[in-house]
């Protein structure tokens, strides 16, 4: 595709339950980052992927979160035991990681409402 | 402690009037800087980026400097327009430049 997408825009869900958020990047991109910003924040890193594997994942916050991207390209974000205190949008970001630019482009962010 | 903070936190403009955003970085070993432009419910976007060795850099009325000495940098804005209301975010990476470190933000609300 053109750019970052990811799916679904908005997720609501009851405290407790599980949630997987999709993050399709620019094709080609090596490079995958996730990130968590609540309202009125800058984007907080999560975890960063580059190929198939977790380059650094020291942002993710507790062992409930976890981020698979199997084959290189598309990556899943997976919430346990969702908290109110997890409600976010949550922005998925790739890029070619060459270069000393290294741009990243962002997708729309997936909202999440944790009631 | 890598750190990057923003001022101010939020500003109101006139159309047509300039302003100049802030960033101030503790981040170490420095790699570029970029300054993002993030419209509500949007993702942000790139509007410049720049290493140790480059000081300024335009994108149309969007001037960015950096000083890499006192770790500063600004994003001047010139004869602002109402689609300028925006968050809008500084970034700095370090390292091998896939560590990013994100201010808050200035919210910047462009009024008629």
């Known amino acids: 595709g053109a750019g970052v997408s990811q799916t679904p825009s908005n997720k609501v869900t009851e405290k407790g339950k599980y949630v997987e958020l999709r993050c399709d990047p620019i094709?080609?991109?090596?490079?995958l980052y996730w990130y968590r910003q609540s309202l009125g924040q800058g984007p907080e890193f999560l975890i960063y992927?580059?190929?198939?594997?977790?380059?650094?994942d020291s942002g993710l916050p507790n062992d409930r979160f976890f981020a698979v991207r199997p084959e290189g390209s598309v990556s899943t974000l997976k919430i346990q035991r969702t908290e109110r205190g997890d409600s976010a949008v949550y922005l998925c970001?790739?890029?070619?990681?060459?270069?000393?630019?290294?741009?990243?482009?962002f997708g729309p962010g997936t909202r999440l409402t944790v009631l | 402690k890598n750190q990057v903070e923003q001022s101010p936190q939020s500003l109101i403009i006139l159309e047509g009037k300039n302003c100049t955003l802030q960033c101030n970085y503790t981040v170490s070993p420095f790699s570029n800087l970029r300054w993002y432009k993030q419209d509500t419910g949007r993702g942000p976007v790139s509007l410049t980026i720049?290493?140790?060795?480059?000081n300024t850099k335009s994108n149309g009325r969007y001037t960015a400097t950096l000083d890499a000495d006192t770790k500063q940098s600004s994003l001047h804005i010139t004869a602002s327009q109402l689609s300028d209301s925006a968050s809008y975010i500084c970034?700095?990476?370090?390292?091998?430049?896939?560590?990013?470190?994100f201010g808050t933000g200035t919210s910047l609300t462009v009024i008629p």
């Open positions: 992927f580059q190929g198939t594997g977790a380059a650094d």
């Open positions: 970034v700095v990476s370090a390292g091998t430049g896939n560590q990013f470190y």
């Open positions: 720049m290493t140790f060795s480059e």
């Open positions: 094709s080609g991109h090596t490079a």
């Open positions: 970001a790739s890029s070619l990681n060459v270069g000393v630019y290294n741009e990243q482009f």
